[in-house]
């Protein structure tokens, strides 16, 4: 069952601890946006996110906002930091929620940069092997979104930068990223979720890859050989991809895809649905929860879209 989902209308789930957030990026040093525990509360790892070092480009207006370093630390388990390849612009700094963030001015919302986090274990923890890791999404916005997802791992008195994951280039092009127990070895995978918007007559593509640990080598690597079953928030089922596209159109069901028997094969031919896929179905009911918050009148289910490794039926992952 899924560690995390990091889906743009859905609250991410694992609690985080830490000092409060701070209002403002600072010009020197950086600020301690949260910490969060991962594995063993007692023995386990806590690693901080922080921002600042801001600086402004050479040339560029006072008006201009600077460009701040975004930090990964280890504060226990180990030691080290990482800095993300991704800057955010100077301003303040929200949290909407215990998983989440906004770096940069509120009357400059496209120029924001959201943080979101959750803590993962990786490996085979049933046999005691589990290694804890914290996973962060990087999205930023303007004339289109874009978004980056790292693994950081606390290994052998460390940090490893284990994963990264984005989307492709094109404007119709997006990502989520989440965490599953796919082989029931008690460790969670990384479930990276790549998709993009068709034409107007055609059913959105989309493909689930999935990234494990593989100890005798001490990589994150592609694992082919394991394809979860999908579970869909369906919100509607329709005959036509038009019909679907015009409820697509709810700023409500903004991430949903479109999607057809192609890459859903449990649809029928002709069949079509406005959903959005995912590893578990306790993701996709997240989802679910999110859209009908934003507007009761989509509300929709659950229902199977893809045969694959059943991630539900490991009852230990409840």
Not at 89 to 108: E, F
Not at 181 to 208: C, F, P
Request: proline fraction near 4%; aromatic fraction near 4%.
């Amino acid at each position: 069952m899924s560690a995390s989902l990091a889906f743009v209308v859905a609250a991410l789930y694992v609690a985080a601890a830490g000092p409060a957030a701070p209002t403002e990026t600072p010009k020197k040093g950086q600020v301690v946006i949260t910490e969060v525990s991962a594995g063993d509360p007692k023995k386990g790892a806590v690693f901080s996110i922080s921002v600042g070092d801001c600086v402004r480009a050479k040339g560029n207006p006072p008006e201009e906002p600077a460009e701040c370093g975004v930090v990964v630390a280890l504060k226990k388990g180990g030691a080290g930091k990482a800095r993300l390849e991704w800057t955010a612009k100077s301003g303040a700094i929200s949290r909407p929620n215990g998983n989440s963030a906004l770096i940069g001015s509120p009357d400059d919302k496209e120029r924001q940069m959201t943080l979101r986090w959750s803590t993962v274990v990786v490996g085979n923890a049933n046999q005691g092997a589990g290694i804890n890791g914290l996973l962060i999404t990087q999205e930023t916005h303007g004339d289109k979104s874009k978004r980056r997802h790292d693994l950081f791992l606390a290994r052998k008195g460390g940090i490893d930068h284990a994963f990264t994951g984005r989307e492709g280039r094109g404007s119709k092009t997006w990502s989520a990223v989440s965490a599953a127990d796919i082989d029931h070895d008690g460790g969670a995978e990384i479930v990276l979720m790549l998709a993009s918007t068709n034409d107007e007559a055609v059913a959105d593509t989309w493909e689930m890859q999935v990234y494990g640990w593989r100890a005798d080598i001490a990589k994150i690597i592609a694992r082919s050989d394991l394809q979860p079953a999908v579970k869909g928030a369906v919100i509607a089922m329709t005959r036509s991809v038009a019909e679907a596209r015009k409820m697509a159109e709810d700023p409500c069901a903004g991430e949903l895809l479109v999607l057809d028997n192609k890459a859903a094969d449990l649809l029928g031919d002709g069949q079509f649905v406005l959903a959005y896929p995912a590893a578990s179905k306790v993701d996709a009911e997240l989802v679910l929860e999110s859209v009908r918050a934003c507007n009761p009148a989509l509300s929709g289910s659950v229902k199977p879209l893809a045969n694959g490794v059943d991630v539900d039926a490991d009852e230990s992952a409840e």
